[in-house]
């Protein structure tokens, strides 16, 4: 096989990556673009020993679950790499991905996987989306200043995460990001800031990240520099507000249809004419009054607030929380399932907020929490998982390492008026259990000494992409709950993680019941007792799965 011939190939399956997997002359080739079923003529772009990577020439036969992507840029654009397959088609994918996973690297005993929740809309979902920005390279004038030898460029990597695909447009985004995007490109116009270059270390702009919140509308912008200075950012403050403020064309009209129907007359506070007032800007004056009692109900979208956060780091990856807020507040506000959130710059929060209730709420069955219980809520972000669980139970304790994060968890307790909840800051794996102590301290009925803990009830666990700490695996095994559940977002780490948990990786016991101990080597092994996946992902090969373990010796 050579470099830039041409095979006939069949897809069979497809990759982590959203690659379609063929045969081409016997050797497991990689082509992007293709889906299982599909039959096309490829070129070979890349030769290894045992595999070969190709792109496609001509697609001879579409594959039965093959549909037209809604998005143009969906060829290119490295954030859904699944939307030419039919909706349900993504679905079936992602089960049989876990399952393969499960079977591969797990390799024991669990139940089947329930069926996939889906999203009922699985567009405009997404309430966190970053923007990449790139010109070329950045380089030294003779005057001291950066410019970079290309036209910027704002959008998404590609496949690959070589190249810059500046989409005008996602169908996955809040409108309000796609508003910001434009936002950028024209102070980039205006003040000719030059864009970072991760060869050369050198130029200003890098990223930008924009939240929405999807209940209350409220929108954060942080920019992301090198450097500790962005030029004029009363600039970029004036075209963010105006660009998030556009999407407000016709909402007052909206409203007072609605309020016509409803026969409440008018939602503008009316001078002694009887004509809608103004105030001094000439703006309309809302009767809130009535605005609040009708039953059509549409929020206004509106920035509330601009971050410029100092990054430079080698990568983004080495996240810095060096911050400025250059206009309104440091957080911005949005409700899920009744309750309310804090969420600032550098918080964990779910990207889909539909998909969010249907997994916590996935969660809280898995819990069958009865009021008695001590939950510890490990990896929690801003608190979402452990404050909804917070009604069903004794006592709720969180550790996440982000303090800024924790902040926030604590302050949305106090906003949702949950007493029985606290958070703490620092690593998991280290904090445990010196939490155990604090929780038999606090426990009038405990007589146990540090060294003999009572453990707590149930343990969740939300970690990241990589999926839990070694360290901490043991210590929750150690510490021996009743139920565990995990919350993961990656099948490969899932199932690894499992296969220590359940003792088919580690030395774990099975007769540590109610030990706890923190100076104890015994471990509790664990049994999966369900399985379900959530699709809080559209459109990608990623997915949420939540797995309910129980102590084996219960």
């Known amino acids: 096989m050579q470099k830039n011939e041409k095979y006939k190939v069949e897809i069979f399956d497809i990759s982590n990556t959203g690659e379609g997997i063929g045969r081409a002359d016997g050797v497991v080739t990689f082509i992007p673009g293709l889906v299982p079923g599909d039959v096309a003529e490829v070129e070979i772009t890349d030769v290894k020993k045992n595999l ?35 909706y349900e088609s993504q679905l079936q994918l992602k089960e049989k991905q876990l399952r393969d996973k499960l079977e591969r690297i797990y390799g024991g005993d669990a139940p089947e996987i329930e069926h996939i929740i889906e999203m009922d809309e699985p567009w ?10 790139y010109a070329g390279k950045a380089l030294i004038q003779k005057d001291g200043s950066v410019k970079n030898t290309e036209r910027p460029r704002v959008g998404f990597y590609d496949g690959k995460g070589r190249n810059i695909v500046e989409a005008m447009e996602c169908p996955v985004s809040s409108p309000a990001a796609e508003r910001a995007a434009d936002a950028l490109r024209e102070y980039i116009k205006q003040t000719h800031i030059s864009i970072y270059d991760d060869k050369t270390k050198k130029g200003r702009l890098r990223q930008m990240v924009v939240r929405t919140g999807f209940e209350s509308h409220e929108v954060m912008v942080t920019v992301v520099i090198n450097g500790k200075k962005l030029p004029k950012p009363e600039l970029l403050a004036d075209l963010m507000f105006y660009a998030i403020d556009s999407l407000n064309d016709g909402v007052a009209q909206r409203i007072q249809d609605a309020a016509e129907r409803e026969g409440k007359g008018s939602v503008f506070v009316l001078d002694e004419t009887g004509e809608p007032a103004v105030d001094e800007e000439g703006e309309l004056i809302f009767d809130y009054d009535v605005v609040d009692s009708l039953e059509y109900q549409e929020n206004w979208y509106e920035l509330k607030s601009l971050v410029v956060n100092y990054n430079s780091n080698r990568t983004l990856a080495e996240v810095s929380t060096k911050h400025d807020v250059i206009y309104g507040q440091p957080v911005i506000r949005d409700s899920c399932a009744g309750l309310e959130f804090e969420i600032s710059p550098f918080s964990f929060y779910q990207v889909n907020p539909v998909q969010m209730e249907k997994l916590y709420a996935t969660v809280l069955e898995f819990a069958d929490l009865k009021g008695n219980e001590t939950v510890f809520d490990l990896y929690c972000g801003v608190g979402t998982i452990g404050l909804y669980c917070a009604g069903n139970a004794r006592q709720v304790w969180g550790i996440e390492s982000v303090k800024s994060a924790v902040i926030d968890a604590n302050r949305n307790a106090v906003i949702n008026g949950l007493v029985n909840i606290q958070f703490i800051n620092g690593k998991a794996e280290e904090k445990i259990f010196e939490l155990l102590e604090k929780v038999n301290a606090d426990d009038p009925d405990s ?50 993680d499992l296969k220590i948990l359940t003792g088919n990786g580690g030395p774990a016991a099975e007769n540590c019941a109610g030990d706890g101990a923190s100076g104890s080597s015994c471990e509790a092994a664990y049994s999966i007792e369900r399985i379900r996946e959530v699709d809080n992902f559209c459109h990608s090969m990623h997915v949420e799965t939540v797995v309910l373990m129980s102590r084996k010796d219960k």
């Not at 496609?56 to 030419?84: F, K, N």
């Not at 405009?124 to 920005?133: E, G, L, P, Q």
């Not at 565990?484 to 990656?490: A, G, Q, T």
């Open 447 to 496: 007589d146990a000494s540090a060294e003999a803990a009572n453990g707590p009830d149930l343990v969740i666990m939300d970690p990241p992409r990589a999926g839990c700490h070694p360290e901490l695996l043991s210590a929750v095994m150690k510490a021996a709950p009743e139920k565990i559940i995990y919350v993961s977002c990656d099948p490969g780490t899932l199932a690894r």
């Open 124 to 133: 405009n979902f997404r309430n966190k989306t970053s923007y990449s920005v």
């Open 52 to 86: 070969a990577r190709a792109k496609i020439s001509e697609i001879i036969e579409p594959s039965p679950v093959r549909t037209e992507p809604v998005c143009e840029y969906a060829d290119r654009c490295g954030g859904c790499t699944l939307q030419h397959m039919t």
